[in-house]
């Protein structure tokens, strides 16, 4: 039976605690952390820098992808190698990657970010993402990384 009206007894609000705001901390603690991967936002459709590949591409992509899985991204941006003998793995502007790159990421809704990261495989294969704290969310599989065709241009 419904409790008339004139018996019911409403709760009072309750006041809501303040929350203080942490100022101060390390910018550079994220990059004491270890690193870890999502694969949400790939663009696997696209001709040149998708991630519609043969399944040996892709052991080879996930094998790389487990050796830097224990690093943080300290050790990860510390590594050195190639023609240059430049960092392996860094963020790069995205105003650097070429017109059609820049295109394409309005298109997928990604030119809110104004940086991506960027790792070494090899000499001309690297994989492009979005840093979000610990956790690099993979975007694009650039195979043409010196040419043309790909997604960022190099410096000769």
Not at 25 to 39: C, N
Not at 83 to 104: I, M, P
Not at 117 to 122: A, D, H, M, T
Request: hydrophobic share 35%.
């Amino acid at each position: 039976m419904p409790v008339p009206p004139e018996k019911r007894n409403p709760k009072k609000s309750q006041q809501v605690p303040t929350r203080q705001i942490k100022t101060g901390g390390d910018p550079d603690s994220l990059d004491k952390e270890t690193i870890a991967w999502h694969f949400h936002r790939l663009d696997t459709p696209h001709a040149d820098w998708g991630w519609q590949i043969r399944p040996s591409d892709w052991r080879g992509i996930l094998a790389h992808l487990q050796s830097f899985e224990g690093l943080t991204w300290a050790a990860l941006k510390q590594q050195a190698g190639g023609r240059k003998h430049g960092t392996n793995h860094h963020s790069l502007q995205l105003e650097e990657f070429s017109a059609a790159a820049r295109a394409r990421l309005t298109q997928l809704h990604l030119e809110e970010f104004d940086s991506f990261f960027s790792l070494r495989i090899n000499n001309t294969l690297r994989l492009y993402g979005v840093r979000d704290g610990r956790v690099l969310q993979l975007v694009w599989r650039d195979a043409l990384h010196g040419t043309r065709r790909g997604c960022y241009p190099t410096k000769t």
